[in-house]
């Protein structure tokens, strides 16, 4: 039987027993019905499988369930509240930012974490955040233009609190 392990999963405490090698892509997909992050190349190249680890952008194929024991890992499932998309989220719809979608779990991801860290970044920042996510569509433009959406509803909010 598999050890036990306790994964602090979108503000849950989810408590598996799984090999603790596992990847946690495969737990989160497999045990705990997480399907944002997306198995793509299983090499942590093309990022479609990101997750946030502490606030931090990680492709979860390639990370061990055991690293991240003791750690805040949140999902695309876990970045709205109330039921509400999350800002980045409702950007990404807004410009339509997607053809296929596959790379949209790590392109949304990865501009959460870069919007936390520079509320209101260049494009050169943008490009830089986002280049280790793959979109073999073309929807390149789209996606530009919704960090910068992202932006501006970020400020917007932070404007009203």
Known sequence: MAPEITLAVNGRNETLQVPHDAPLLTVLRNDLGLNGPKYGCGFGECGACMVLVDGVPARSCVIPVGGVQGRRITTLEGLGKDGERHPVQQ??????????????????????????????????????????????????????????????????AKQVQ
């Open 91 to 156: 950007a990404f719809v807004d410009a339509q930012a997607a053809q296929c979608g596959y790379c949209l779990n790590g392109m949304i991801v990865s501009t959460v974490a870069l919007l936390e860290h520079e509320p209101n970044p260049s494009d050169a920042q943008v490009r830089d955040a986002l280049s280790h996510n793959l979109c073999r569509c073309g929807t390149h433009l789209e996606i530009l233009d919704a960090v910068r959406r992202a932006a501006a509803l970020l400020a917007a």
